[in-house]
């Protein structure tokens, strides 16, 4: 998806920028010559996953936009509120807000220690929150507001707890936030939207848990970014809570030929529905 250079000169606060999908969102900004505050934990080289806060600034500022690297762990309400003001201070103002950072452990309950559940309860649902309502006293100045949670439809069928049910129970409250506060602030103008992937994404986090063979089965980051720039591109007047999948959005925004977001796109066919998906629809084949 070609960029339309509707986010110059926006700000956007993502956290967990430092890689993977973050990243991926914040370099496509970038191309348009937006701000991007990356507020992510990683300062210093991970021993087993590559890019660090300083690093992605580069990347960003390579590609175009302005960065602001910012040691955030989202479950610190005053590293939160410093990042928040630093922004503010640096570039005026937020007008956009990308909820990315989130823990996963697909364990059954009785392999679940608490230390893992309540990791994902106060990162995944609470720091969600926590990030959200920091910004919102900003967002509520901006144009054209956009909160993006990267969190999956509330799906109750039972399958998708019974598995992992700490960590449904994590990010469907992440999903909760997009369901109360699109409906909260929807006559303020403010757009708050889920967004999540049809099929597996592939990124170093992710093969560090289930191995490079995942890749096979997976789509790039590359889809995810290209889903949101075109959601943040909407009026936030006309587009709030909803729970949207990355090739719905791509094929309503006309992009037609979506082989090139796969990994191996001779391997298509072999595409995996990603957690919380009953089925994989007509699109993901495309």
Request: with cysteine; net charge neutral; charged share 20%.
């Amino acid at each position: 998806m070609k960029n339309s250079g509707k986010l110059k000169g926006k700000t956007l606060f993502i956290t967990g920028a430092s890689r993977g999908i973050g990243k991926a969102i914040a370099l496509k900004a970038a191309a348009d010559g937006a701000n991007i505050v990356i507020a992510a934990k990683t300062a210093e080289p991970h021993p087993k996953l590559p890019g660090t806060i300083y690093t992605a600034a580069k990347e960003i500022e390579r590609a175009g936009g302005q960065a602001l690297p910012c040691i955030v762990d989202v479950r610190d309400e005053r590293q939160v509120q410093q990042a928040v003001e630093a922004a503010v201070t640096k570039f005026g103002g937020i007008d956009i807000v990308v909820n990315n950072a989130s823990a996963i452990s697909l364990t059954g309950t009785l392999d679940t220690d608490m230390k893992r559940y309540d990791l994902m309860q106060n990162i995944n649902a609470r720091g969600t929150f926590l990030v959200s309502k920091t910004c919102l006293p900003y967002l509520l100045r901006s144009q054209n507001p956009h909160i993006l949670n990267l969190a999956p439809p509330l799906n109750l069928n039972a399958r998708w707890f019974a598995n992992h049910t700490a960590y449904t129970i994590a990010k469907y409250g992440m999903s909760m936030c997009v369901l109360g506060m699109a409906e909260e602030f929807r006559g303020q103008g403010v757009a708050v939207n889920a967004l999540w992937p049809r099929t597996t994404i592939h990124t170093a986090a992710v093969e560090m848990l289930r191995g490079s063979e995942g890749a096979l089965y997976s789509r790039k980051p590359e889809i995810m970014a290209d889903a949101a720039y075109a959601i943040f591109c909407r009026d936030s007047r006309d587009y709030t809570g909803n729970f949207f999948l990355d090739d719905e959005v791509l094929l309503d925004a006309g992009v037609k030929d979506l082989s090139k977001y796969a990994c191996y796109p001779e391997n298509i066919h072999l595409l995996a529905t990603d957690v919380f998906l009953d089925d994989t629809g007509p699109v993901a084949k495309l």
